[in-house]
């Protein structure tokens, strides 16, 4: 069974810094591109950031560029993103996604059950 569980959510102030992570389990973790969406409250869901298996490839929805980092630990079976100068705008519920390497498909195969974001003004 796969699990992706995140962790590392939480109440910050504009200005401050976060790191996510997301743990897997049940597949295997190196043949699977990982991604962090979100949504905010009234919104559809958006992309964040995507990693390929070794992170050689690393896309980010300009919004986040310069501020946020995707990274990944292969060995630990995590997907990290580090957060920084957070806006109120980044605010959401943050989705860890997983999706195999060689999909025909676009959308993601397996995702964590979310956690929330809130960043004050």
């Known amino acids: 069974q796969v699990q992706l569980v995140e962790s590392g959510g939480g109440l910050m102030q504009a200005g401050g810094s976060l790191r996510l992570s997301c743990a897997a389990s049940?597949?295997?973790?190196?043949?699977?591109?990982m991604a962090w969406f979100r949504q905010a409250p009234g919104k559809e869901r958006e992309f964040v950031a995507r990693?390929?298996?070794?992170?050689?490839?690393?896309d980010y929805v300009d919004s986040v560029k310069g501020r946020f980092t995707i990274s990944r630990a292969n060995a630990e079976n995590a997907v990290y993103l580090q957060m920084n100068d957070l806006k109120p705008e980044d605010t959401a519920v943050y989705y860890c996604?997983?999706?195999?390497?060689?999909?025909?498909?676009?959308?993601?195969?397996?995702w964590g059950q979310g956690t929330q974001i809130t960043v004050s003004s």
């Open positions: 996604a997983a999706r195999l390497y060689n999909s025909r498909r676009s959308e993601y195969d397996y």
């Open positions: 990693i390929s298996r070794w992170g050689s490839n690393i």
């Open positions: 049940g597949l295997t973790f190196m043949n699977y591109y």
